[in-house]
Protein backbone atom coordinates (compact mmCIF):
# COMPACT_ATOMS: atom_id res chain seq x y z
CA UNK A 1 0.00 0.00 0.00
CA UNK A 2 2.63 1.97 0.23
CA UNK A 3 3.82 2.06 -3.20
CA UNK A 4 -0.02 3.27 -4.28
CA UNK A 5 0.97 5.90 -1.71
CA UNK A 6 3.91 7.17 -3.23
CA UNK A 7 2.71 6.86 -6.64
CA UNK A 8 0.03 9.43 -5.94
CA UNK A 9 2.14 11.87 -4.20
CA UNK A 10 5.66 11.94 -5.41
CA UNK A 11 5.18 9.82 -8.99
CA UNK A 12 8.86 8.71 -9.43
CA UNK A 13 9.03 7.39 -5.55
CA UNK A 14 6.42 4.63 -6.25
CA UNK A 15 8.25 3.88 -9.69
CA UNK A 16 12.02 3.84 -7.15
CA UNK A 17 10.39 1.45 -4.57
CA UNK A 18 9.28 -0.93 -7.70
CA UNK A 19 12.45 -1.10 -9.04
CA UNK A 20 13.60 -2.43 -5.21
CA UNK A 21 11.13 -4.79 -4.70
CA UNK A 22 12.09 -5.81 -8.32
CA UNK A 23 15.75 -6.06 -7.50
CA UNK A 24 14.96 -7.82 -4.80
CA UNK A 25 13.47 -10.41 -7.24
CA UNK A 26 16.58 -10.67 -9.21
CA UNK A 27 18.50 -11.47 -6.58
CA UNK A 28 16.62 -14.14 -4.40
CA UNK A 29 13.37 -15.41 -6.10
CA UNK A 30 10.44 -14.27 -7.57
CA UNK A 31 7.21 -14.32 -5.74
CA UNK A 32 3.63 -13.12 -6.13
CA UNK A 33 4.74 -9.30 -4.57
CA UNK A 34 6.96 -9.60 -8.21
CA UNK A 35 3.78 -9.35 -10.16
CA UNK A 36 2.71 -6.51 -8.09
CA UNK A 37 6.44 -4.28 -8.18
CA UNK A 38 6.22 -5.00 -12.22
CA UNK A 39 2.75 -3.71 -12.60
CA UNK A 40 3.68 -1.11 -10.41
CA UNK A 41 7.14 -0.39 -12.90
CA UNK A 42 4.86 -0.74 -16.24
CA UNK A 43 2.37 1.90 -15.07
CA UNK A 44 5.31 4.27 -14.18
CA UNK A 45 7.48 3.21 -17.54
CA UNK A 46 3.90 4.24 -19.58
CA UNK A 47 2.72 7.15 -17.21
CA UNK A 48 5.73 9.06 -15.79
CA UNK A 49 8.57 8.29 -18.12
CA UNK A 50 6.22 8.27 -21.19
CA UNK A 51 7.65 4.90 -22.85
CA UNK A 52 4.21 3.56 -23.86
CA UNK A 53 5.49 0.60 -25.69
CA UNK A 54 8.17 -0.69 -22.71
CA UNK A 55 5.38 -0.16 -20.22
CA UNK A 56 2.63 -2.08 -22.17
CA UNK A 57 5.06 -5.03 -23.35
CA UNK A 58 6.20 -5.34 -19.09
CA UNK A 59 2.22 -5.20 -18.41
CA UNK A 60 1.41 -8.35 -20.90
CA UNK A 61 4.51 -9.88 -19.31
CA UNK A 62 2.95 -9.15 -15.91
CA UNK A 63 -0.52 -11.13 -17.16
CA UNK A 64 1.10 -14.13 -18.21
CA UNK A 65 3.56 -13.82 -14.99
CA UNK A 66 0.54 -13.96 -13.13
CA UNK A 67 -0.46 -17.07 -14.06
CA UNK A 68 1.89 -19.19 -11.59
CA UNK A 69 0.32 -17.12 -8.65
CA UNK A 70 -3.08 -17.46 -6.69
CA UNK A 71 -4.80 -14.81 -8.94
CA UNK A 72 -7.87 -14.69 -6.73
CA UNK A 73 -5.80 -12.88 -4.77
CA UNK A 74 -3.19 -11.01 -6.69
CA UNK A 75 -5.89 -9.60 -9.59
CA UNK A 76 -7.11 -6.93 -6.77
CA UNK A 77 -3.84 -5.45 -6.88
CA UNK A 78 -2.52 -5.83 -9.82
CA UNK A 79 -5.33 -5.83 -12.74
CA UNK A 80 -6.56 -1.93 -11.89
CA UNK A 81 -3.18 -0.59 -12.47
CA UNK A 82 -2.51 -2.40 -15.62
CA UNK A 83 -5.97 -2.52 -17.09
CA UNK A 84 -6.91 1.06 -16.16
CA UNK A 85 -3.51 2.67 -16.51
CA UNK A 86 -1.20 0.65 -18.99
CA UNK A 87 -3.17 -0.89 -21.33
CA UNK A 88 -5.40 2.27 -21.70
CA UNK A 89 -2.84 3.51 -24.28
CA UNK A 90 -3.16 1.14 -26.68
CA UNK A 91 -6.39 -1.35 -26.42
CA UNK A 92 -9.66 -0.54 -26.82
CA UNK A 93 -11.94 1.02 -23.75
CA UNK A 94 -14.75 -1.87 -24.28
CA UNK A 95 -11.67 -4.53 -23.53
CA UNK A 96 -10.29 -3.35 -20.64
CA UNK A 97 -14.07 -3.14 -19.03
CA UNK A 98 -14.39 -6.82 -17.84
CA UNK A 99 -10.96 -7.37 -16.25
CA UNK A 100 -11.52 -3.90 -14.41
CA UNK A 101 -14.74 -5.17 -13.68
CA UNK A 102 -13.48 -8.81 -12.26
CA UNK A 103 -11.14 -6.77 -10.08
CA UNK A 104 -13.76 -5.14 -8.70
CA UNK A 105 -15.61 -7.92 -7.59
CA UNK A 106 -13.02 -9.78 -6.24
CA UNK A 107 -11.79 -7.11 -3.86
CA UNK A 108 -15.56 -7.09 -2.33
CA UNK A 109 -15.48 -10.87 -2.21
CA UNK A 110 -12.13 -10.25 -0.83
CA UNK A 111 -12.55 -7.80 1.72
CA UNK A 112 -9.34 -5.87 0.44
CA UNK A 113 -10.94 -2.71 0.72
CA UNK A 114 -8.72 -0.53 0.08
CA UNK A 115 -8.61 -2.03 -3.48
CA UNK A 116 -12.33 -2.04 -4.04
CA UNK A 117 -12.36 1.55 -3.99
CA UNK A 118 -9.20 1.49 -6.14
CA UNK A 119 -10.84 -0.03 -8.50
CA UNK A 120 -13.77 0.68 -8.88
CA UNK A 121 -12.98 4.30 -9.26
CA UNK A 122 -11.08 2.81 -12.82
CA UNK A 123 -14.32 0.39 -13.62
CA UNK A 124 -16.47 3.52 -13.46
CA UNK A 125 -13.97 6.07 -14.94
CA UNK A 126 -13.29 3.34 -17.74
CA UNK A 127 -16.81 2.64 -18.13
CA UNK A 128 -18.22 6.40 -18.76
CA UNK A 129 -15.18 6.59 -21.18
CA UNK A 130 -16.52 3.64 -22.99
CA UNK A 131 -19.71 5.15 -23.51
CA UNK A 132 -21.92 3.53 -21.20
CA UNK A 133 -25.07 5.12 -20.42
CA UNK A 134 -25.58 7.00 -16.98
CA UNK A 135 -27.74 5.50 -15.54
CA UNK A 136 -26.59 1.94 -16.13
CA UNK A 137 -23.18 3.60 -14.65
CA UNK A 138 -24.75 5.05 -11.88
CA UNK A 139 -26.51 1.43 -10.85
CA UNK A 140 -23.04 -0.03 -10.78
CA UNK A 141 -21.67 2.53 -8.30
CA UNK A 142 -24.79 2.07 -6.21
CA UNK A 143 -24.53 -1.40 -6.52
CA UNK A 144 -20.49 -1.24 -5.47
CA UNK A 145 -21.33 1.14 -2.60
CA UNK A 146 -23.93 -1.40 -1.35
CA UNK A 147 -21.84 -4.43 -1.41
CA UNK A 148 -18.82 -1.61 0.35
CA UNK A 149 -21.48 -1.28 3.42
CA UNK A 150 -22.61 -4.70 3.76
CA UNK A 151 -19.24 -6.03 3.78
CA UNK A 152 -17.98 -3.89 6.28
Known sequence: MLVMYYIRQKAYLGGYLACRMIRISLQ????????FALSIFSS???????DIDEGYALARTTLSLLEFYDANRLIPRVYGIIYGTVLISKDPVQSLL???LRACRLSFSNGNFEYSTFNTIFYITQSWNAGKKIPLVVNEVNAFAHQHVSVE
Request: aromatic share 6%; glycine share 6%.
Open 28 to 35: YGHCDDTV
Open 44 to 50: TLSNQMQ
Open 98 to 100: DPL
